[in-house]
C-alpha cells in the first residue's frame, strides 16, 4: 500500500517495541508527509494518548513500579510527564484509574473516564477555565460502567460506550449525553451483538467514527455515522480477520488515521472520506497507535 502525499501535521500517539512486553509504549510524533518518528516522552510510557497541538499532550502513564496507570501531560521538549490531576488538586473530587482522555479543539474541555467510590466507572469533564471545581460528572451512578468518551468540537455533547454494571444485563452501547440539558440518549441499542468502542468525533462536528467489535474473534472494524439529518452508518473497513482500532481525524476531517494489524504487529493507515483511498504511514512488526492528528 502506497504512503500519504503531501498530507500535512503530525499524528500524536504512541508505539515503538514495548520496553517489558506489557502493552505501553512511549508518546510519538509521526509526520504524515513522511513518516517520521520522534519519541518525546522519555523513559515514561503508556497509551490512550490526546493533545490539542504538540505542546499539550495528555496520555495515560503506566507507573510499573506500582502496576497503576493514571492521566498525565508530557512535555514533548523536556519529556517530563506530570500527573494531570495536579491541574485540578485541591478540588474535592475524588476518583481513581483515569484514562480515555480526549480534548476538545479548543484545548479548553477534556473529557475522561474514571472509577468513582462505588467502583463503577464514570464519564467526567475537566473545564481549564472553570472557577471553583473544574471537574464536573456527566453520568448517573446507576450501575452501568461509562467508558472510552468523545466530546464534540462546540464541547456542548459526549458520547461515550456504557456496558453493564454489577446488577444489569443490557450489554454494550453507544449513549450521548448533552451537557447543557442534561438529556441522554441511546444511540445504539443491540447490546452485545455489535460491541461499539472507541467512538471519535469529527473535527467538523458532522461524523462520530467508531469502531464496532467482532464478540467471537476480538477484531475491530471501524465505521462512520453521520450527526445531522437522516442517520446513515458507513463502513470503512471490512475486514473480518484483521483487527482496525483507534479512528482519529485530520484537522479538516478529510482524512482518517487507524491502527491495524493487517500486517505484523500494528501499523497506522490512513483513508481519505473524499476518495474512499486508504494508505499506509508506518511500515514496521512493531506497534504504532494514533492518539490525535495536530496542525
Do not use: C, H
Not at 233 to 260: L, Q
Request: charged share 20%; glycine share 10%.
Amino acid at each position: 500500500m502506497p504512503r500519504p502525499e503531501g498530507l500535512p501535521g503530525q499524528i500524536i500517539g504512541w508505539g515503538g517495541r514495548a520496553a517489558s512486553n506489557d502493552g505501553y509504549f512511549p508518546v510519538i510524533f509521526i509526520s504524515v508527509n513522511d513518516g517520521t518518528i520522534q519519541q518525546v516522552s522519555g523513559s515514561n510510557r503508556g497509551d490512550q494518548v490526546s493533545a490539542v497541538s504538540t505542546s499539550r499532550i495528555v496520555y495515560r502513564r503506566f507507573f510499573p513500579d506500582i502496576f497503576a496507570n493514571e492521566l498525565s501531560v508530557v512535555d514533548p521538549i523536556t519529556t517530563f510527564s506530570t500527573l494531570l490531576g495536579d491541574e485540578w488538586a485541591g478540588t474535592g473530587t475524588v476518583f481513581t484509574e483515569t484514562a480515555w482522555p480526549q480534548f476538545t479543539p479548543d484545548g479548553r474541555l477534556l473529557v475522561f473516564s474514571a472509577v468513582d467510590a462505588q467502583k463503577n466507572r464514570g464519564i467526567f469533564v475537566f473545564d481549564s477555565q472553570r472557577a471553583g471545581d473544574k471537574i464536573l460528572r456527566i453520568t448517573p451512578a446507576d450501575g452501568f460502567n461509562y467508558d472510552m468518551p468523545t466530546i464534540s468540537p462546540g464541547g456542548t455533547t459526549v458520547v461515550a460506550v456504557r456496558s453493564d454494571g454489577i446488577s444489569t444485563s443490557q450489554g454494550v452501547d453507544l449513549v450521548k449525553f448533552d451537557l447543557l440539558t442534561g438529556a441522554r440518549e441511546d444511540w445504539t441499542t443491540d447490546g452485545d451483538a455489535t460491541i461499539e468502542k472507541m467512538p471519535r468525533w469529527s473535527p467538523d462536528g458532522k461524523l462520530l467514527a467508531y469502531v464496532t467489535e467482532d464478540p467471537e474473534t476480538g477484531n475491530g472494524d471501524i465505521v462512520l455515522r453521520t450527526i445531522e439529518g437522516m442517520i446513515t452508518i458507513i463502513p470503512v473497513t471490512r475486514t473480518p480477520d484483521v483487527d482496525e482500532i483507534n479512528p482519529v481525524f485530520s484537522p479538516d476531517t478529510r482524512y482518517m488515521a487507524y491502527a491495524s494489524n493487517f500486517i505484523e504487529g500494528y501499523n497506522i493507515f490512513i483513508y481519505d472520506l473524499l476518495t474512499n483511498g486508504f494508505s499506509q504511514l508506518t511500515f514496521d512488526d512493531e506497534m504504532y497507535f494514533p492518539g490525535a492528528w495536530v496542525e
